[in-house]
């Protein structure tokens, strides 16, 4: 967030609050134009997101609703629908590089376990040895688990979860990773 705030050029950011999220329209660029990404701070969880995708001349909030002045002029409900103006709404979530407080130790990634359903989810596992990509289609129930094979190893590792497609995806519950650990010894 740091990143993103520190070379964002905030002469036109606006804010707005509405329900228990914080609402920051700005630029992600130091160049000009209209705001290109709203940063969404969750004040229950203590979470944020950035929202990509669309203009924000403008945002409000009125009777628990976020509007947003988008770049044609059009007021829109946001956080509502399945496009941006008929575009797909590409979405993902990143894990940090992690290496579980054991930098000495080789992490290998085995597998990974969730519950959720919805369309199509995209696992990537960013390791040392590389990159490795799975599709699967979410369970349609929420007592079924999908188990998904993962390869790669290294010292640290990082997850993507993201939609295809614009599909639509819900995680519940968590998401668990079983992995080897190996320590070095001389």
């Known amino acids: 967030m740091r990143e993103l705030v520190g ?8 804010a707005a609050v ?17 705001n290109d990404a709203i940063l969404v701070y969750d004040l229950d969880r203590g979470t944020y997101m950035v929202r990509r995708g669309f203009s924000a001349n403008g945002i409000s909030a009125a009777g628990g609703t976020l509007y947003l002045l988008d770049g044609n002029g059009y007021v829109c409900r946001f956080d509502e629908g399945d496009t941006y103006d008929g ?15 054991a930098k000495s130790v080789s992490k290998r990634l085995e597998e990974l376990y969730l519950r ?20 699967r ?3 349609g129930s929420g007592e079924r688990i999908l188990e998904l094979g993962l390869t790669g190893e290294g010292r640290a590792f990082q997850l993507v ?26």
Do not use: H
């Not at 575009?87 to 993902?92: G, L, P």
């Open 87 to 101: 575009t797909r709404i590409d979405a993902y979530w990143k894990t940090p590089m992690a290496d579980l407080d």
């Open 116 to 135: 959720g359903s919805g369309g199509i989810l995209s696992v990537e596992a960013v390791t040392e040895s590389g990159t490795v990509y799975n599709e």
């Open 161 to 186: 979860l993201r939609n295809v497609n614009g599909s639509r995806f819900t995680i519940d519950g968590g998401v668990e990773l079983l992995l080897d650990l190996q320590r070095r010894t001389l």
């Open 18 to 34: 509405c329900r228990e999220r914080l609402y920051f329209a700005l630029r992600e660029s130091a160049g000009e134009g209209p």
């Open 137 to 139: 289609l979410m369970p």
């Open 7 to 14: 070379g964002a050029n905030l002469s036109a950011c606006c």
